[in-house]
């Protein structure tokens, strides 16, 4: 099985409360496929500029993803985002956005790329998720994610994209502005109508939450007494989550609850690592062996056993 | 075994997107005397005025609830707060609040509410909370909660009654406020290292979560297609949770966290109920079985099987 992704590669500026770091390796593909990468092999797509170093490949590069689909754009620039965290890690702000070589990005899969068993479609502008989707075999099982922006200035071309696919994760804001429905079952149950069977909405520090047609699944944050930068962790849960079901081919045309569930909690695992440093520090030098710990802990902190239910009505 | 609530009992007026009640019961005692009558006897301590009617009195008795220590003051009128909820039901605005009879109360409990095994201090003015403490014998399980507002004006009364309890309920904002730690991990730590053994964080729509000295659990809320009004919803899971630990006297002294566990599971069944109507309309009329059914629910959504975990380092 194979796995590919398309999505930003970036240099990240970031200030939090735990320090900042004016220059480190970023962007959802780089994150989602850090992530992936201990499940199956990761084809990563995207434009890079020429002050993209070796280095930063070899990062992208961990575990074997397959780097020969990251355009160095000749004469540009890599993406850059710049942000700042408070205290509420929940809350960033933008201070700088430059597209660079993002502005001219047209998706070109290689053969390989193209032949992927499972494609995540991470957020980048609706007609170039499309045009992606228009490029791959058959992939059994697709995932995307989108942005605020873009249910702001591209909703009809993003509900026509999401209509194609069969998982949708978004932020649970999001989810709840791309339908107008209040709540989050409501909101997943819209999406779910317009054709994808699953929806992963992503809750920040509180977890994250599975809806499907028949069944909810729901599981918070692994709790940790510091966070030092959040970026990137949706991009990493989604690397995990995906690259678990990847690892499972029986399970991908339709992968049942209880699958989905341990996915989910693979995703959580690998976040909450993701965020213990900045940027792809933590996640590049992670070890498998920490991650079935974490999620081990993430059993027991969920379990309870109402096993002799008390309740008679007075 | 018994249980005393000492907190207000009021008139709400809410605005919804589902609608608007323009008088309703409601009260951080009354919410929380409603879900612990399910399962133990419950003495609540509280002024109203004379606007309070029997039929008001006679719902604040469902389930036998003891009302013998309601305080009708001559000439008074019942507290009122009137508030509205904009389309993200996490975010309310207050419009009016009228403390009327809780101006001047000073609780005096009679003999029945001090030889309680179980006090619950719902949100009121901490040297309040720390009166009735006082006057109460030797309660086996004593639990707080309280608000912004207490912890901006009165923060080091608010501490030294925290000092005296065993269980802090808290939203998850309010616990940061409270200790200026920016991660619920770091602030549940600091409060257990005032006195307090169990930590309850409130986390509206995403559930709640519990932090001992060396465990977590957490739980989502029960998923809800729509939600009528939230008000309440912190009350009632307070005193499901409480109410819960009221009925397992071997555990009252030192819950172990398997029967924590089964008491968040409870008090958050009930608050799901309480929020998908008015005020206490719903949770008036609930039925036991009904709880059970949301109990048994939330233990399938939230359980995941890692038995074979799969990952090894490549």
Chains 1, 2 share one sequence.
């Not at 900042?20 to 959802?28: D, K, Q």
């Not at 692994?222 to 849960?237: C, H, I, K, N």
Request: aromatic share 8%; with cysteine.
């Amino acid at each position: 099985m194979s796995v590919t992704v398309v999505g930003s590669i970036a240099f990240d500026a970031v200030r939090t409360p735990a320090g900042e770091r004016e220059r480190m390796l970023g962007g959802a593909g780089t994150h989602f496929a850090l992530a992936a990468s201990f499940f199956d092999r990761v084809h990563v797509v995207g434009p890079v500029g020429e002050d993209f170093s070796d280095s930063d490949m070899e990062i992208l590069a961990t575990r074997g993803t397959i780097t020969t689909d990251v355009d160095r754009v000749a004469g540009g620039r890599t993406f850059f985002w710049k942000g700042v965290y408070g205290d509420d890690l929940n809350d960033r702000e933008t201070l700088e956005t430059q597209l660079n070589v993002f502005e001219h990005f047209r998706p070109q899969l290689s053969q390989e790329s193209r032949a992927c068993d499972v494609l995540f479609l991470a957020n980048i502008q609706p007609e170039l998720q499309a045009s992606v989707l228009d490029q791959c075999d058959t992939p059994s099982f697709v995932a995307l994610d989108s942005m605020n922006l873009w249910i702001d200035i591209a909703r009809e071309t993003l509900v026509s994209v999401i209509r194609r696919v069969d998982c949708v994760v978004l932020n649970d804001a999001e989810l709840r502005q791309l339908t107008g429905k209040p709540t989050l079952i409501a909101a997943a149950r819209e999406v779910i109508s317009w054709g994808p069977s699953i929806v992963v909405a992503k809750q920040g520090e509180y977890g994250s939450a599975l809806i499907t047609a028949d069944d909810f699944f729901s599981l918070p944050a692994y709790p940790l007494q510091t966070v030092t930068d959040p970026t990137g962790a949706g991009d990493t849960f989604a690397g995990g989550l995906v690259g678990y079901l990847a690892s499972r081919p029986d399970q991908l045309t339709d992968p049942d609850r209880d699958t989905l569930a341990v996915a989910m909690a693979y995703g959580t695992a690998i976040a909450s690592f993701n965020v213990e440093e900045f940027g792809t520090e933590r996640v590049a030098r992670l070890r498998a062996e920490e991650i079935d710990r974490r999620v081990a802990v993430l059993h027991r902190m969920t379990t309870f056993a109402p096993d002799v239910l008390t309740l008679e009505t007075p």
